[in-house]
């Protein structure tokens, strides 16, 4: 019995000394916690209500990305960390406020040509347009210009270009139909046999050399053939040649293609053009004006527009491929370049730059091909209602535009460049103060074609 009492004293004291041991190692981590415990700001509730600190850090040693193999951070370090977190997040929010000013900067502006334009709607319709479709010559010609400068309305712009074009040509909807008909005859030709419901676009031939060799063996002024062979030889090259061109016309619209809701219109226009006018047939850019012109009005319109505009004084010999013609435009640009923007020319002249490595493709394509469309658009209104030396402010202007890539590229780089001006970032109001601070005198730059 007492060596019972004795064996179960012993117990107790061991484990009151286990005990003892367990609340020594507690109170010394509970020391040592304490110890490791940093200090938190006076106002960190206040920090944390607002939004200001997204993390709460406890203690050094609490922090997710910090190695467990490293010593804790000091509270110098923790806040420090916290100081440039909130710095970046200022910065953040600055960013994002300036873009949504910026946003509400470029929406109000939007706007404002949104109202401009309907306005301007109403003038064209009620004042402008009635008077000159009476009597041309008594058109407010200054008027006109001021109101072009803000760009035409799309509801009228169709109407105004057919106007500024007018039609010397004497084209009417018959005629169209006529050659409509020429064209479905070289086009049954250009797919491939039997003929399928859907159009084929495979020609395994060198089109361009066969459409040149064709054009070149016929004389130049006159429409009629040698033969009726002749004739539907130069018709279905031409046709595959504008099949073949439709497919890089405007892609990124997705409407002239095949399947395209205007696919069949461009065809139709294009094609009754070169039956029309055999002796220019299909020059590359045709594809470009036609479906500009399809954009803004129906397809018989835009034939007969095609056929005015191509048959100007300034635009025939590039056509024709005049190579008596040619050459004066192209000198008289690069008198102009020498004349106003002389580095340029100097560094052209120098590395074999001239303007025949981008006017003739500027100038049959109107700058459908080299800009964005919202800015061709407003230069073919502006070419229309200025008339052809609107062209030539313009080419100096892309030229000024880019010209501190320009005035430091080779030969190789600058035709590049030319080449893909569709995908260079163009601001549309700087572009237009380029070309607003570019005079040029007609009579000055008629006195340069006639060198």
């Not at 490791?36 to 939004?51: D, F, H, M, R, S």
């Not at 400068?149 to 007018?166: D, E, F, N, Q, Y």
Request: hydrophobic content about 35%; proline content about 5%.
């Amino acid at each position: 019995m007492s060596e019972t009492t004795t064996n179960n004293n012993n117990n107790n004291n061991s484990n009151n000394n286990y005990n003892n041991n367990n609340n020594n190692n507690n109170n010394s981590n509970n020391s040592n916690n304490n110890n490791n415990q940093c200090e938190l700001p006076e106002n960190y509730k206040e920090l944390v209500t607002t939004g200001k600190v997204e993390k709460l850090i406890l203690s050094p040693s609490s922090s997710l990305d910090r190695p467990k193999t490293l010593p804790p951070k000091s509270q110098e370090e923790v806040l420090k960390h916290q100081r440039e977190y909130e710095e970046i997040q200022k910065k953040a929010k600055k960013t994002l406020e300036r873009e949504a000013k910026e946003k509400e900067k470029l929406d109000a502006i939007r706007k404002e040509k949104e109202r401009s334009l309907i306005d301007a709607r109403k003038v064209w319709e009620e004042e402008i347009i009635p008077v000159w479709e009476k009597n041309s010559k008594k058109r407010d010609i200054k008027k006109i210009k001021e109101l072009s400068w803000r760009g035409l309305p799309p509801a009228v712009r169709g109407k105004i270009w057919r106007l500024c074009i007018g039609n010397d040509l004497r084209v009417t909807d018959e005629l169209f139909n006529i050659f409509l008909g020429h064209a479905n005859n070289a086009y049954n030709k250009t797919t491939s046999p039997p003929l399928k419901s859907s159009r084929s676009h495979n020609i395994n031939i060198d089109l361009r050399q066969a459409n040149n060799s064709i054009h070149h063996s016929r004389s130049p002024m006159n429409t009629s053939t040698d033969g009726e062979d002749d004739v539907l030889d130069l018709e279905t090259t031409n046709m595959a040649l504008i099949l073949q061109d439709i497919q890089d016309t405007f892609p990124s619209l997705m409407i002239f293609q095949k399947g395209g809701p205007l696919h069949s219109d461009l065809i139709d226009v294009l094609g009754a053009y070169i039956c029309y006018r055999p002796d220019i047939g299909y020059v590359p850019g045709m594809t470009f004006l036609a479906a500009m012109f399809l954009l803004n009005m129906e397809k018989g319109e835009a034939f007969l527009s095609l056929s005015n505009h191509i048959n100007s004084v300034c635009f025939l010999p590039f056509f024709r491929q005049d190579q008596s013609g040619i050459p004066k435009y192209l000198a008289a640009m690069d008198s102009t370049v020498e004349a106003l923007t002389p580095p340029l020319h100097k560094h052209f002249k120098d590395i074999g730059i001239s303007a025949k490595n981008y006017l003739v493709d500027w100038i049959t394509t109107l700058f459908s091909k080299a800009l964005p469309l919202d800015i061709a658009t407003r230069i073919w209104d502006l070419v229309f209602i200025e008339g052809e030396i609107f062209i030539y402010r313009t080419a100096l202007s892309i030229l000024r535009y880019f010209i501190s890539d320009l005035i430091q590229a080779t030969y190789d780089e600058c035709i590049d460049l030319f080449n893909k001006l569709p995908q260079r970032k163009i601001s549309e109001d700087k572009l237009f103060d380029e070309i607003h601070s570019i005079v040029l005198d007609q009579k000055k730059f008629d006195k340069l074609l006639e060198k």
